[in-house]
């Protein structure tokens, strides 16, 4: 059974200027479409990889699965019930079930607290253990993040270096025994050189203690070492889905294609293909019907500004794409 | 010649000792080259170029054997004939985050004709023609002048720092992460842009940046720094493919890379050493996994191994055993503490 | 990178004498950061000084306040200036100024302690609470402070006295209406600020309720602010205090500093007896200077761009 059915997602911010904006600065009504209309489904103990750029919403989404923010449409399933209808014991248990990893190892710890007291919080905030398995559990979690934990358990967060922050927070996330972990970015704040110990420290663990991970980035490089699957996000929508390595060697979205090639390799040799994709990023205020990415699309058609968004479509096993022209294979290539 | 820099070194005086942030870098920059120093957190290089530029607070201690630009000495220059004869006019900087460097309150056309009417007596309207010539050139719509900063994207807002540092056509211009914070996208854009530019005006540029992606795509030549010194420095082909120092092999290790799925990752154990004090023997020695006692006692000179292809190490005789062994995990992961 | 030494905490230890080296710790923690500055070792000396007076103050006092005194050849000693007999001198009551002060000291250094104290408490958590939960939480308590701002001290005072007679709980009372409006205004700015931080979103994810987020994870992060506000309500009841004492608002069974300068303007003398003008005074002074001196102290904790080099 599925742990994670997102059915829908979505999540609108209204920006109201008021009738004295309105009146003052002429601007109106605007919403701001973050995440609009993302499903997915999530097997037990896979990695999904959530990629695309600033804006697409992929960190929205992460807090939406997380509940630190309430979608305005959609539903979120964990293993099987909906989130949304979550009594106080359930939220409890849910909060237990679900951690999440943060993106800035320099800001997701209370500078006031020692590593000890860092990694016990949830467990204390949650009252699942008494004081002296709260402590073992502490230090068993902190070995297992490769902190030393007499060396570590009295640090500030001050006293540790970037990685063993990271590491830290890691141990805040899993000490709880989680069933899904959402990573945000952990290692886009680190050091080039320490990030891949941390990226196989999450990925060891993952393996180990058997849950479920959706890692989020921009990075597709870093994506494509740790996800088993991945999703491609553009504006709020979800342009493509599919097994890692074979959306990378076979991208089916014109975004995801765009994405994909214009990745920097470390090799001076090669050059990067001339992205076809046109003009600016957009910003998901108010957006234009039809398919998100048609203003910028090299292969966009009538039909992908008029119609409402494609939906996804099985383009092999697995790997589905949304975009209008799977539908016509003999179109790919036409342009306006 | 355009830049000679030779034995550089920056120390600030801090309550807890000596800080070595640059501790003798020697490095020549040419006509028309494109130069990348690739480093991490702390390595130095922000420091470099502000040394360079004069930009360093007082508590910066800068010395070199030589620093001179087109043969003339820079040490001799007062700070204000060096603001007037050399920032700007012949070196200038798009800075670290650049991005947020605009003031919010003024629109993006004027603070770039500010920029140029502070250095070069010039009337407005033509100081304007200018800006109109460079927002072109950096590939923005020159009716964008009139906007504020908040109306650009990150993309763009980038691109008209490297407008403001083009304004004066300089010989050298230095960039100090020019796409990190960029999605990819627009930073393929801007990098393509900037290698045109270069081909066009023929300035030389200093780039520094950690991601080493970006600095294969963009130099000619490429500099590894760590701890204040350099490591290796090569034309970018033979530093990638003639790889000699560790922690060289170490980042190539490091970089994920999406042409080659099946690599395995290899992080280096340990941090950075302190830099206060004196480091007697080569900066790498705690995270190297072939160092030897020669390297905690003795700091490596700088060997010729190949045309301008610099590096300081003790083990080069064993370069081609240090390449094998850099390639499998088991090397690195063996002494030192996590990181 | 300095690395921290390592406290290896036994398991077996009790609960109390955890407690109490957590409070000496943080007891510690106090007089470093009031000892790292210069200003600030200079006020902790005179607060210390002064608390020392009001703690030891009936065996310090040669004479007791309210008596009237007579000297050698049995006159009473009325306005005698300072001299061996009386080193602070007289009032035109014959009592002796120095065993006065010496008491006043105590009674205004406990008003104002609990004035600072209560204000402190008061805003803060009301700062915490409107910051943190926003909303028509936040506009009720904000009301309510801005109404509070309209409340003039003395008025209050006066309506107090005449509804309940006189004493000096109700100088702390308004001394306390007023001043925790700025402390409450204060707070909740940092806790919006805070509450915006990662760290806070980290300890929502994992499971801290929202009480348990205010005071174990944002307040600890306000506490040098606090600190530094207790320092200056401290001050400020000190002088609103003395400044009521003075109009003749105080409680005339209890000896302040302001009572003190209040018996002298009533006696008329108050051009004449310069010690009995000049000792409350400089006191009063004195002990405000200290307090802003401390509070400088935490300003540098709190705001670590004012530390020097």
């Known amino acids: ?336 | 010649m355009l830049l000679d820099i030779q034995d550089l070194k920056v120390h600030y005086a801090t309550n807890q000792g000596v800080v070595k942030a640059v501790d003798g870098v020697t490095l020549s920059i040419g006509e028309n080259e494109v130069v990348g120093i690739a480093g991490e957190s702390g390595c130095g290089k922000t420091t470099l170029i502000k040394s360079l530029l004069r930009l360093l607070p007082g508590t910066a201690a800068v010395s070199a054997d030589r620093l001179a630009f087109r043969g003339r000495d820079l040490q001799g220059l007062s700070d204000r004939e060096f603001r007037k004869q050399i920032l700007w006019n012949e070196i200038s900087l798009v800075p670290q985050s650049a991005m947020n460097s605009l003031d919010p309150v003024y629109r993006v056309g004027e603070q770039v004709v500010e920029a140029i009417r502070a250095h070069v007596e010039t009337p407005r309207r033509q100081a304007r023609e200018r800006v109109a010539h460079l927002f072109d050139v950096v590939g923005l719509q020159a009716s964008l002048m009139d906007n504020y900063p908040h109306e650009f994207s990150g993309g763009m807002r980038q691109r008209a720092m490297i407008a403001m540092a083009l304004a004066l056509e300089p010989s050298l211009i230095i960039m100090d992460e020019p796409t990190t914070g960029l999605d990819v996208l627009v930073q393929e854009r801007i990098i393509r842009k900037l290698l045109e530019i270069r081909r066009e005006i023929k300035s030389s540029i200093l780039l520094i940046t950690h991601d080493i992606s970006v600095i294969a795509e963009m130099s000619d030549r490429i500099g590894i720094m760590y701890a204040g010194r350099l490591m290796e420095l090569a034309s970018a082909t033979d530093l990638f493919e003639q790889t000699h120092h560790p922690y060289t092999l170490g980042l190539k290790n490091a970089f994920p890379s999406i042409k080659a799925l099946d690599r395995e990752l290899i992080s280096i154990p340990g941090s950075p050493p302190n830099l206060i004090g004196t480091l007697a023997g080569c900066a790498f020695e705690g995270r190297c996994p072939f160092a030897v006692s020669a390297c905690a006692s003795e700091r490596p000179a700088e060997t010729e191994v190949g045309p301008s292809h610099r590096v300081a190490c003790h083990r080069l005789g064993d370069v081609e055993t240090m390449r094998i062994q850099a390639s499998e995990k088991s090397t690195w992961q063996s002494s030192k503490s996590a990181a | 990178m300095n690395r921290a030494r390592s406290t290896a905490v036994p398991a077996s230890e009790n609960v109390l004498s955890k407690a109490l080296r957590g409070f000496g710790g943080a007891l510690r923690n106090q007089g470093r950061i009031i000892g790292a500055s210069g200003l600030g070792r200079i006020g902790a000396v005179i607060i210390l000084f002064f608390g020392v007076i009001a703690i030891l103050a009936p065996w310090l006092a040669l004479h007791d306040p309210w008596e009237t005194l007579r000297d050698a050849s049995n006159k009473v000693a009325i306005m005698r200036p300072p001299s061996w007999d009386y080193p602070l001198g007289t009032t035109t009551l014959g009592r002796d100024i120095l065993s006065q002060m010496i008491y006043a000291t105590r009674a205004t250094m406990i008003i104002g302690l609990i004035s600072g104290v209560v204000s402190i408490a008061i805003g803060a958590n009301i700062g915490l609470m409107a910051g943190y939960y926003g909303g028509k939480l936040d506009e009720v308590l904000m009301r309510f402070t801005d109404i509070i701002y309209g409340m003039p001290f003395l008025p209050f005072i006066i309506v107090l006295i005449s509804l309940f007679g006189r004493s000096q709980w109700f100088v702390v009372l308004a001394i306390v209406v007023i001043i925790w409006r700025t402390s409450a205004r204060v707070v909740r700015a940092q806790t919006l600020a805070l509450k915006q931080r990662q760290f806070v979103s980290a300890a929502k994810a994992r499971g801290c309720s929202n009480l348990r987020i205010i005071y174990r994870h944002i307040m600890p992060n306000i506490l040098p602010l606090l600190l530094l506000y207790t320092a200056f309500n401290i001050a400020w009841s000190i002088i609103a205090e003395a400044g009521a004492s003075f109009l003749g608002f105080g409680d005339p069974d209890q000896l302040t500093w302001g009572g003190m300068l209040y018996d002298l303007w009533i006696s008329g003398k108050s051009r004449v007896a310069w010690w009995w003008f000049a000792a409350p005074s400089i006191a009063i002074v004195l002990l405000v200077s200290a307090l802003v001196f401390v509070s400088r102290a935490y300003e540098e904790v709190a705001n670590p761009r004012l530390r020097q080099r």
Not at chain 1, 117 to 131: F, I, M, S, T
Not at chain 1, 142 to 149: A, D, F
Not at chain 1, 161 to 188: H, K, N
Not at chain 1, 306 to 335: I, K, N, S, Y
């Open chain 1, 1 to 336: 059974m599925a742990i994670l059915e997102i059915s829908g997602l979505t999540k609108h911010f209204e920006v109201d200027p008021g009738l004295l904006g309105r009146v003052l600065s002429g601007k109106h009504k605007q919403t701001i479409k973050a995440v609009d209309g993302v499903s997915f489904e999530m097997q037990p103990g896979e990695i999904l990889g959530i990629a695309g750029e600033s804006g697409c919403g992929k960190s929205t989404t992460c807090l939406l699965i997380s509940k630190l923010h309430e979608p305005t449409g959609g539903t979120i399933r964990f293993k099987g019930k909906d989130i949304a209808e979550f009594d106080r014991e359930a939220l409890r248990n849910y909060r237990r079930a679900v951690q999440l990893i943060f993106q800035d190892p320099y800001e997701s710890l209370n500078p006031r607290f020692t590593t000890f007291d860092l990694v016990a919080e949830g467990p204390r905030a949650l009252g699942v253990w008494d004081r002296e398995e709260t402590a073992r559990r502490v230090i068993e979690t902190l070995e297992l993040v490769g902190l030393k934990p007499d060396e570590y358990k009295d640090r500030y967060p001050h006293q540790m270096s970037g990685g063993e922050r990271q590491r830290v927070g890691i141990a805040c996330a899993l000490v709880l025994e989680p069933e899904l972990v959402i990573a945000d970015e952990p290692l886009s704040m680190l050091d080039v050189s320490i990030r891949a110990g941390i990226l196989d420290l999450i990925r060891d663990l993952s393996h180990r203690l058997n849950f479920t991970c959706i890692y989020v980035s921009h990075d597709l490089s870093i994506l494509s070492n740790i996800s088993e699957r991945l999703l491609v996000m553009y504006l709020g929508m979800a342009m493509e889905i599919g097994p890692t390595d074979r959306l990378i060697r076979n991208p089916q979205h014109p975004y995801a294609k765009a994405l994909v090639e214009a990745v920097p390799v470390p090799d001076p040799r090669y050059k990067r293909p001339i992205p076809a994709i046109k003009g600016e990023i957009a910003r998901p205020i108010d957006p234009p019907p039809g398919c998100r990415f048609a203003s910028r699309c090299p292969q966009v058609m009538d039909a992908c500004r008029q119609d409402p968004p494609p939906a996804m479509r099985e383009v092999e096993p697995g790997h589905f794409a949304a975009c209008h022209l799977l539908e016509f294979p003999a179109a790919e290539g036409a342009t306006v």
